[in-house]
């Protein structure tokens, strides 16, 4: 009896002990959310694709362990896909529809957004940005110290020179650097993605838990192409390293990617030695679909998607993406549920402060929260995603269950092939061992989170889009400014290879509507043309905040203005 009570009381103490020790330490908490995106990275660059030419170990160790996203949608370049991230609208509703953002034009992701960073802020995030931002900053008021960013560390404009830091854009030319609002001068010579890795490594290693949860948005400059003088630039050690790629530009482009691969391995690597990767939510994203076979100069692969970055194809806007957190519920898994990028806006409002904190979002957001339907794997709210409408260069697009419409093309139809290559796809060709041996991959060991090599081979597989060889209806799709609109069954013809739009007339019909519809939302571009303000050489050669203090008495330091002056 007496042994019986003091067995009771033992219990109930340890159950006590227990009790706080887990309040203590997990209860009220939020995740730590560590965004990672990849610039200008193709849907077949990633190892999980199928394809093993490029060894990306750590970025597939999350995968295999997380969720990879297999219909995740993104916008098809970089300004419009990265205002959706922010604000979680499409691009056509914020005016970033038609191409870049130019870093000479005097405009930006307006100012009355609220975005990402200072939602998060509000349930007491410290956020900070590693790498480019390419959504103003004419006035210092749109870069992202002003936009609910603690630091930053990177570029402001679209690309860069990864060594010497500067960006040529039409026939200007000024270094594009920064700390905060300060020129990085002293960071000259240092590789952009080390630098980028650098600060994030940083800011994981100096974050104090205790005055709240984290928000790190890495965004890289890899793999985006550089100045045309030298237009992939990256260490001679890592290029031998991808020694087994014959085509000398694709092997630089691999290298890298492979570079950009290390930095998600020691950002994992920070996270575990400063016991917050047991509380993250990682996301690793493209931006866009890959520049393929020198387009921009690059050498990205969608294979077997069609067409490139800036297309409306699938090579365009079906990005390489995932989710990794040991708080979904059904990792392991490889996604079905479609999701677009303005999704990550509630959805990780969602994750960081419950149902609740979507009451808060603004009017007019055109992301959906898939959190629940991501952690329970259940149907996605999702049905529909525009791609884009663009009418200054006549194209549109839009995708609603199964079926997509596509109307008119880019590039005057230059860019609407299949562009290899489909890489190394025997399966016995992919090092297994690499994975568990990469810092991602042993962190991941640690927490007992990385599956069997067995299970990553059904998810590699089970993530390798395939093309139908042939198809009994449907014509090739001949899309031009003017030409009738391609209808596609996405689900049945990833590659978009059997326009249906005679067989299918009332569908067609239904998805032009759709369209039709998106269209009387659309906000007129924002595009301007380049201020003679902003040229380098007023600003000692570099690219700067030239809306906020520009005197027409000011010389510049040489050559003859009267070229940019004139346009
Ligand atoms: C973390 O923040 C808390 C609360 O502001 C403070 O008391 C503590 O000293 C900080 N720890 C470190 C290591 O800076
Ligand atoms: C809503 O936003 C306010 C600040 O604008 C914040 O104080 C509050 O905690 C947020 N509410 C929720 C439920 O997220
Ligand atoms: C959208 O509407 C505008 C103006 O009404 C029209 O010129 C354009 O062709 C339409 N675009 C699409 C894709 O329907
Ligand atoms: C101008 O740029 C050079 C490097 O190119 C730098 O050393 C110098 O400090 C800059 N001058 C000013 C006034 O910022």
């Not at 260490?235 to 998600?264: C, F, N, Q, T």
């Not at 921009?296 to 806007?317: D, I, Q």
Request: net charge negative.
């Amino acid at each position: 009896m007496r042994m019986q009570l003091w067995g009771l009381l033992f219990l109930v103490l340890t159950n006590i002990v227990h009790g706080e020790e887990v309040a203590g330490s997990t209860a009220p908490t939020k995740p730590n959310i560590i965004f990672i995106l990849a610039d200008d990275l193709g849907f077949n660059d990633v190892g999980f694709h199928g394809s093993a030419q490029i060894p990306t170990p750590n970025i597939d160790a999350l995968a295999y362990s997380g969720i990879i996203l297999n219909r995740y949608y993104v916008n098809p370049i970089c300004t419009p896909s990265r205002s959706a991230l922010m604000t979680g609208k499409y691009p056509i509703h914020t005016g970033m529809q038609h191409t870049v953002l130019y870093a000479a034009e005097p405009r930006g992701l307006p100012l009355k957004e609220k975005i990402l960073p200072q939602y998060l802020n509000d349930l007491g995030y410290a956020s900070h940005i590693a790498g480019k931002w390419h959504l103003g900053h004419w006035k210092l008021e749109y870069t992202p110290l002003y936009r609910g960013f603690r630091s930053h560390v990177g570029f402001w404009s679209g690309h860069h020179d990864y060594n010497d830091h500067t960006a040529f854009e039409h026939n200007l030319w000024g270094l594009d650097m920064r700390n905060g609002a300060d020129v990085a001068y002293d960071l000259h010579g240092k590789y952009t993605t080390d630098v980028i890795t650098e600060h994030s490594v940083k800011v994981i290693a100096s974050h104090n838990a205790t005055e709240g949860p984290l928000f790190l948005y890495v965004a890289h400059a890899a793999c985006h192409s550089s100045n045309p003088y030298n237009p992939l630039p990256v260490p001679d050690e890592d290029v031998m390293k991808m020694g087994h790629i014959l085509h000398y530009k694709r092997r630089k482009y691999a290298a890298m990617v492979s570079k950009m691969d290390e930095s998600v391995g020691q950002i994992v690597d920070q996270l575990r030695k400063s016991n917050l990767l047991e509380n993250s939510i990682i996301i690793f994203s493209s931006d866009n679909g890959g520049p393929a076979q020198g387009f921009n100069l690059n050498f990205a692969s969608n294979y077997p998607l069609k067409g490139v970055k800036n297309t409306l194809w699938e090579g365009g806007v079906r990005a390489a993406g995932l989710i990794w957190s040991p708080l979904l519920k059904k990792r392991e898994r490889v996604a079905d549920q479609t999701m677009h990028i303005s999704d990550w806006l509630p959805t990780l409002l969602e994750a960081a402060g419950g149902p609740s904190a979507l009451a808060n979002l603004s009017q007019g957001l055109d992301g959906q929260s898939i959190w629940q339907a991501l952690t329970h794997d259940e149907a996605s709210p999702r049905r529909t995603v525009l791609h884009n409408i663009d009418d200054i260069w006549g194209s549109a697009a839009v995708t609603v269950g199964d079926w997509k419409v596509v109307k008119g093309t880019n590039y005057k139809g230059g860019w609407d092939g299949w562009y290899g290559p489909a890489g190394e796809r025997n399966p016995h060709a992919y090092d297994w061992q690499l994975v568990a041996k990469s810092p991602a991959g042993k962190a991941l060991v640690a927490l007992k989170m990385l599956p069997s090599q067995a299970d990553q081979q059904r998810l590699r597989e089970a993530a390798t889009v395939v093309c139908q060889g042939q198809s009994s209806q449907g014509s090739s799709c001949k899309a031009t400014a003017f030409s009738a609109p391609c209808l596609f069954h996405i689900r049945d013809d990833p590659c978009e290879q059997f326009n249906l739009a005679e067989q299918y007339p009332e569908v067609l019909r239904d998805l032009m509507a759709e369209l039709a519809r998106f269209n009387s939302t659309v906000v007129p571009p924002s595009n301007k043309p380049a201020d003679p303000r902003a040229d380098p050489r007023y600003w000692n050669f570099t690219w700067t905040n030239f809306g906020d203090s520009f005197h027409y008495d000011k010389e510049p330091i040489i050559g003859d203005l009267s070229l940019v002056l004139k346009n």
